[in-house]
Structure formats: structure tokens, C-alpha cells
């Protein structure tokens, strides 16, 4: 199978092109908005509507009656639908029930994808871990559940009134009672370390129980070099390893010379560590200066996913998030020698990932891997456009640099922000405005008032359609923006949908600064300074 970035909903997505037990690994953290206000979730749903479009950085779920019955029409578990019903009576109309309503048919798919020696870590936190846990009891059996995994996030966090929560919940199940394990270890702790003591070749040691439980058993109970084990217990190896393991100084001794029951000489340096526990506390969050640092607000970190992937898959097989975010399951999985399958349903999380998988591997769209979704000529530009307008927006606004305007409603003509520092350092901006529709030369000059309205240095208008040579007039009589340098820069530019997939790219300052020293500033600088990461 091809490694592919899907672009849209993940329920349709898994329907149409994810085939049966093709999967080995499925990680997902569905997005849930646990900094609000806990009560907000158990809060009425005012109005029966359709469940609210999924919008780039934001987890907003609405009760929808549709999707609730929707789950009635799939004969595939049946259990399931008696549970939904129940929590339905219990959380009625929701934001709480509008999720796990979400989440149901999803994990469906995601279990019918799976392997017969697949595994599944779902990522949340503890606000609806309790009711994840029951559906995937339902979904896998509950014999499937092997852990709950608490990440510990961070060090500390203030609250008021209550306990700071510092941790987030890993549920991992597997889908038969035979599946890909790998044990993972992880450095000796201080206490650990204490049981070592040191020999006379300046190795470090600890000494292994030879002893096994005998309780009901006649094994290992006889005598070796004058030792013998006590009647509960017995040797827990042959004769034939433990005269060899003598042979080699590896048997401790008490003081008359006899072997010790806890007498199994393990060196240190040939430790692989202790084996890894459900409570892992030595993953750190991404930092606010991390170079791994991307932006997105629910990025987790690679060594957790690296850790994930490496104990419940193999390489070259296959790792699937279908809430891939900013992609770091995939980028781990590419890391790791694995195959990916990675699905979001905002284009700005597809263009985060293509531009991550190229910058961290030189991989390229179409070239190393498949892409499924995101337009790549004008056509495909005009049908994402067709199907929603405002992902059309967003993902125009994006595909010069800038920041999306996240709500359409209330924008007074701007629909999105490009920020950059001139020669002298100093932070500009350009506002953006994108039209998928009919154009004619007062857009703009309506939008040439937006920008000295908003006391803009420059605007950038993205149509779909040819632009008039009436616009292009218009787009004159605005003038120049001045760079310190003294270049003149049209102050409002005109860029169809296919020039910019040709590479023809808005023309300003991009991110010289000469108090960097003349370095590029990244984005992700540029927003700390602007407040807005």
C-alpha cells in the first residue's frame, strides 16, 4: 500500500478506501476541547441542526439528531446501539453526547480496518475517557483491553478549587488475543540503580532470583552444588544453564561456597533498562521554543508516537491516524521504516503535513507518497470551492503564508492576514481577501478600503475565476508600498487560484529582518510576537 494523506471527513474516507484488516496500528486523538469549562459539555443543545463543520483549530461539536440515528442503520454491532441509547437517557442533547455520537461509527470503521493482530491507542483525556472506554469495551470485547496508558503531560498546572490536570489518557486495545508486541524499556530510576553494587573488575551487578513458584509443582526441586531451594520454590532453570552460568563467575556464592537462590549475576551494561509501565512521566510537551514545535495547538510529541509505533508494529507495516493533526503519527511512522495512512479534515493540517514530511525526509507529494483531497490545479481548486466555500477560503489564504480568518461571520472583508517584517525589522501585515465567484472591478475597489481601513501595508486579493483588466486599473490606483529599501511593491495585488499553483507568488518582504541578523524569521516566531501561537 502507498503511503497517503487523505483530505476530508474520516467516516467517508474509511467507507470508501480503507480496506478490511489492512491495518496494523491505528493511533487517533479525535479532537476535544478539554480547556473549557467541564460543566459546558453536559450544557442543553438549543438547536436541532446539523452537526457543525470541523474548522482549522477549533473542536467545536452540535448535537445532531441525524448522525444520532445514522448510528441505528449499521447492523454491525448491536450492543453498540443499545449503549448509545442508554447514554442518550442519561446526557440528552449534549455537546457531550454530540461527541461520542461523533466518535461511534468511527470506531466502528477503525476496528473493521484492523488486522486480526492490530492494535488501537486512542488519545484523550480524562473529561470522556470513561465513555470512550465503555464503547471500545463494547466494539473490541472488553477481554481486548490491555491498559490504560497516563501520559503525564507536564510538570504542573494551575487551577482553581480543584486538582491541576497534568496528564492525558491512552486507552490500548487489540483486536484478538494475538497481536504484535515489541517490550520497550526505559533507563533505571535512583532506586533502581541502588541494587547495583560493584565488583572487582569494576562492574556493576545485581543479583537475579535463580528460584521459580512451585506452590503445586515438583519442578526445579532438587539439590545443585549443595543448595536447595525451599519447599514452595524451585530451580527455575536446568541444570544443563545453571552449570554453565557457573562455569562463567556468573553465580554469586554465600560464604560457605554454596550457591545463593538470588544468585544470578546480571551485569548493568548488558541491561536493556526496566520494561516500560502504563504511567509514562518522561515525555515532556512540545515547548514554546522547540524546534519540533509546529504551531498546532494539539501537537504531541514524536517521541511519544515513536514509542507507540515501536512497541505495537513492525516495519513495513502499516500506521493509520485518521486525526492526524499536524501529523506527527506519520512522521513517526516514516521515521521508523513503517508504512502511513494519515486523514484530516482541514487543509491546513494536510499542508503542515506535506510540508513536514519534506522538510524532515525531502519527501514530495504525488512523488514518494499518495495524496487524496487537497487541490492541485484550478479544477480541483473550483470543486473544493463548490463543496465548501470557506475551506476554499482557508486553504487560499494558506497556501500564500498567511493566517486564515477563523469565523466568516463578522470579517468586514478580510479573510485572512499575512504578517512579515520589513528591512528594518519592523512587523507588517497584508490582509487577504479570496473569491471563488463572479468578480468585477468594484470588489476591488471595495477591498482597497479594507486595506487602509485596517491601516494595512499591503492586500492580496485570490480569486478563482480571471480577474478583469477593469480590477487590474483598480488594483493601480491604490500605488506602492515603500520597503525600507527603497523598492516600490504594488500595495494591492491580484493573484488567480492558478498562478499561485504555478508558483507565482505575491510580491512582498519575506521575513528579513535586520535584527535577526538578516536570518528568515519562521512562522512560528513571527506569531509568539504577534501574540497568536
Not at 440528552?92 to 488486522?115: F, I
Not at 479570496?434 to 492580496?460: E, N, W
Request: glycine letters at 8%; charged letters at 25%; one cysteine or more.
Amino acid at each position: 500500500m502507498k503511503n497517503t494523506l487523505y483530505y476530508g471527513d474520516n467516516l467517508d474516507i474509511m467507507r470508501e478506501h480503507i480496506t478490511d484488516e489492512s491495518v496494523d496500528l491505528v493511533y487517533l486523538d479525535p479532537p476535544f476541547n478539554s480547556a473549557r469549562d467541564y460543566n459546558v459539555l453536559f450544557r442543553q443543545a438549543k438547536k436541532d441542526e446539523n452537526q457543525a463543520q470541523i474548522m482549522a483549530f477549533t473542536d467545536t461539536w452540535q448535537w445532531s439528531k441525524q448522525r444520532y440515528e445514522e448510528i441505528f442503520d449499521d447492523p454491525r454491532n448491536t450492543k453498540l446501539f443499545d449503549l448509545m441509547e442508554s447514554l442518550y437517557r442519561i446526557l440528552g442533547q449534549s455537546e457531550m453526547m454530540a461527541y461520542l455520537v461523533m466518535m461511534a461509527p468511527r470506531l466502528l470503521e477503525l476496528y473493521r480496518t484492523l488486522k486480526p493482530t492490530g492494535s488501537l491507542y486512542l488519545h484523550c483525556d480524562p473529561v470522556a475517557s470513561h465513555y470512550l472506554k465503555v464503547m471500545l469495551d463494547v466494539i473490541f470485547q472488553p477481554t481486548r483491553f490491555r491498559n490504560e496508558i497516563t501520559w503525564k503531560r507536564t510538570s504542573s498546572h494551575n487551577t482553581a478549587r480543584r486538582y491541576g490536570n497534568v496528564a492525558d489518557i491512552l486507552l490500548y486495545y487489540t483486536k484478538s488475543d494475538e497481536w504484535t508486541w515489541n517490550v520497550l524499556h526505559t533507563p533505571y530510576g535512583i532506586k533502581q540503580l541502588s541494587r547495583y553494587k560493584q565488583d572487582e573488575e569494576g562492574r556493576w551487578y545485581r543479583g537475579d532470583d535463580l528460584s521459580a513458584d512451585r506452590m503445586n509443582s515438583d519442578s526445579g526441586k532438587f539439590e545443585w552444588r549443595g543448595t536447595m531451594p525451599p519447599p514452595n520454590r524451585g530451580w527455575g532453570y536446568t541444570v544443563e544453564q545453571l552449570e554453565q552460568w557457573w562455569d562463567e563467575g556468573r553465580i554469586l556464592l554465600r560464604k560457605d561456597g554454596t550457591p545463593r537462590m538470588d544468585g544470578l549475576k546480571v551485569y548493568l551494561e548488558d541491561s536493556p533498562g526496566q520494561p516500560l509501565q502504563n504511567v509514562w512521566t518522561d515525555i515532556q510537551r512540545i515547548g514554546n521554543t522547540s524546534a519540533e514545535r509546529m504551531g498546532y495547538p494539539t501537537q504531541k510529541p514524536l517521541a511519544l508516537l515513536e514509542r507507540i509505533i515501536s512497541a505495537s508494529s513492525n516495519p513495513g507495516e502499516i500506521v493509520f491516524d485518521p486525526f492526524c493533526g499536524c501529523g506527527t503519527a506519520v512522521v513517526a511512522a516514516e521515521k521508523l521504516g513503517r508504512q502511513w495512512i494519515g486523514i484530516d479534515v482541514t487543509f491546513i493540517a494536510i499542508d503542515l503535513m506535506i510540508e513536514r514530511l519534506n522538510k524532515s525526509f525531502g519527501l514530495k507529494r504525488e512523488r514518494d507518497y499518495g495524496i487524496f483531497g487537497i487541490p492541485y490545479d484550478a479544477n480541483s481548486a473550483g470543486k473544493l470551492f463548490n463543496q465548501s466555500p470557506k475551506e476554499f477560503e482557508m486553504w487560499a489564504v494558506h497556501k500564500v503564508g498567511g493566517i486564515p480568518q477563523p469565523n466568516k461571520s463578522g470579517d468586514k472583508g478580510v479573510d485572512g492576514k499575512v504578517y512579515f517584517h520589513d528591512l528594518s525589522g519592523k512587523l507588517q501585515w497584508a490582509v487577504c481577501q479570496v473569491k471563488g465567484g463572479h468578480l468585477t472591478p468594484s470588489v476591488i475597489r471595495d477591498f482597497g478600503h479594507v486595506i487602509q481601513r485596517d491601516k494595512a501595508a499591503m492586500g492580496f486579493f485570490i480569486c478563482l475565476e480571471t480577474p478583469t483588466k477593469g480590477m487590474y486599473s483598480e488594483a493601480d490606483e491604490l500605488g506602492f508600498f515603500e520597503a525600507p529599501s527603497g523598492r516600490k511593491i504594488p500595495k494591492l495585488q491580484i493573484r488567480t487560484i492558478k498562478e499561485l499553483l504555478e508558483s507565482k507568488e505575491f510580491d512582498y518582504p519575506k521575513g528579513y529582518s535586520l535584527k535577526s541578523g538578516g536570518k528568515r524569521l519562521t512562522r512560528a516566531q513571527d506569531e509568539r510576537e504577534l501574540g497568536l501561537e
